[in-house]
Nanobody, 124 residues
Framework: VQLQASGGGLVQAGGSLRLLCTASGRAFSTITMGWFRQAPGKEREFVSAISRRGGKAGYADSVKGRFTITKDNIKNTLDLQMNSLKPEDTAIYYC??????????????????WGQGTQVTVSS
């Protein structure tokens, strides 16, 4: 699976951004997808994940209520709508995919495929 993330940029606190991840190489409906982020000097952390069919989604507590993940199994795209952005949301955001079942999706090691990352910077 090849993943390509885009949509990052610079935004003021309180603003919004929409990240997009496109996938190729495998039927989109057969993979769970998600987003992670990594701030300078910190470990990569879980942001959100969505089930294969797109019916179930989970979020880190730090973004719950502000971010929304969606998956389009026809267009093979994964979106992350980020609202009410805060300076602490500044990081490189990575889309990820996995075909594993019954795995802890909060763990980096549970994911098989990664995009190249897109920078999100939120100014105060």
């Amino acid at each position: 699976v090849q993943l390509q993330a885009s949509g990052g940029g610079l935004v003021q606190a309180g603003g919004s951004l929409r990240l997009l991840c496109t996938a190729s190489g495998r039927a989109f409906s057969t993979i769970t997808m998600g987003w992670f982020r990594q701030a300078p000097g910190k470990e990569r952390e879980f942001v959100s994940a969505i089930s294969r069919r797109g019916g179930k989604a989970g979020y880190a507590d730090s973004v719950k209520g502000r971010f929304t993940i969606t998956k389009d199994n026809i267009k093979n795209t994964l979106d992350l709508q980020m609202n009410s952005l805060k300076p602490e949301d500044t990081a490189i955001y990575y889309c990820a995919a996995t075909s594993r079942l019954y795995t802890d999706l909060h763990e980096v090691t549970s994911w098989d495929y990664w995009g190249q990352g897109t920078q999100v910077t939120v100014s105060s």
